[in-house]
């Protein structure tokens, strides 16, 4: 903040996303702003030129000192700036993270996608915006157009703290669990970000990831729930996976996991003690 962007150096032509305004004019201009949009980071310069970055899962960003080699297919980019550069990096082969450059207040809510947030609004309009349509919690709370900036880890820390099932349907719940889930969601979120900022504090944070040792459930098949002792479950699909605990949040049912269930048909187990028996076997 208050310092002047001396250089953009790509090394990566998937990064940039937009010809227009050209990259090259942001160079020489001063950060002001710093600000989220859902899940990207948006950097405002003088002019009100934005710089706006969407990490994806596999982005990160790294503070190093100034001028740094882009040597390597995972560095993209770096934004050089007099006490060091911003260096953007993505794992992997797929290039999934984005750079735009946009001009303008208009051009930045275009690309909004429109989600509430959820420290600005209450819970009629939370419950408004989650039974726009009939989802399951999980997809609900993970779609940028319902809510802005829940991902797949906190969704899945989230509906635990709630006690409520990732595939209960949005229009299915009472007052009460609604109330439950509105205060869960902020609860968890605050937590989160009080952790993380916390860290941020010490020094730039470089060991971003999406798996804590002291989440609830998120990344910790078979670990114990920290509530009941019960081994955490999984639902996988895609590139995602949800984890949760049957015993807390779906009363002890398990749920079929499309892989599994499809290999073991029938046989699929429907409860944590059918699914003990079967261990046992």
């Not at 405002?44 to 882009?70: P, T």
């Not at 820390?157 to 889930?181: C, F, G, N």
Request: proline content about 4%.
């Amino acid at each position: 903040m208050g310092q002047p962007l001396e250089k953009i150096r790509l090394s990566s032509a998937f990064l940039l996303r937009t010809a227009l305004p050209p990259i090259e004019s942001a160079e020489g201009r001063t950060v002001h702003q710093l600000r989220r949009i859902g899940k990207r980071i948006a950097i405002g310069l003088d002019g009100d030129l934005w710089l706006v970055l969407h990490l994806m899962i596999a982005g990160r960003l790294h503070w190093r000192n100034r001028e740094a080699k882009l040597g390597g297919r995972n560095n993209l980019a770096a934004f050089d700036f007099p006490g060091g550069s911003l260096v953007i990096t993505e794992a992997g082969a797929k290039r999934r993270a984005s750079l735009h450059v946009l001009q303008g207040e208009e051009a930045l809510a275009a690309i909004d996608p429109g989600g509430i947030e959820v420290f600005d609004c209450n819970l009629a309009a939370f419950k408004d915006a989650l039974t726009v349509e009939n989802r399951t919690l999980k997809r609900a709370l993970t779609d940028p157009r319902i809510i802005s900036g829940i991902g797949n880890a906190y969704s899945d820390e989230i509906l635990h703290a709630a006690r409520m099932s990732p595939i209960t349907r949005t229009q299915k719940l009472s007052e009460a669990e609604w109330e439950r889930l509105f205060a869960a969601t902020k609860e968890t979120l605050t937590l989160w970000m009080d952790r993380l900022n916390k860290e941020a504090q010490k020094s730039f944070p470089e060991k971003v990831t999406a798996f804590r040792a002291d989440m609830a459930v998120h990344g910790r098949y078979q670990k114990p729930c920290p509530v009941c002792g019960e081994a955490i479950q999984r639902i996988r699909y895609a590139d995602n996976e949800t984890n949760y605990c049957a015993r807390c949040q779906n009363g002890g049912e398990l749920l079929a996991d499309r892989s599994l269930s499809r290999l073991l048909k029938s046989d699929w187990p429907k409860t944590l003690d059918e699914l003990e028996a079967l261990k046992r076997k």
